[in-house]
């Protein structure tokens, strides 16, 4: 049974929409990351992954 979680990261650097998407397609592609989103604004990235990946 997989038990997923959700982590809010700071993400420093970030200028534009180009490094939101760069960020969420690199991230995306972890083994076991559920889901990527990431906020410019905020500067942040909000990933749920699966805990037994």
């Given at each position: 049974m997989s038990s997923n979680t959700e982590?809010?990261?700071?993400?420093?650097?970030?200028?534009?929409?180009s490094c939101v998407k760069n960020i969420e397609r690199n991230v995306g592609?972890?083994?076991g990351v559920k889901t990527i989103k990431v906020?410019?604004?905020e500067k942040e990235a909000r990933v749920e992954f699966d805990n037994s990946k």
């Open positions: 982590k809010v990261f700071s993400v420093n650097g970030m200028t534009c929409q592609k972890i083994d906020s410019l604004d």
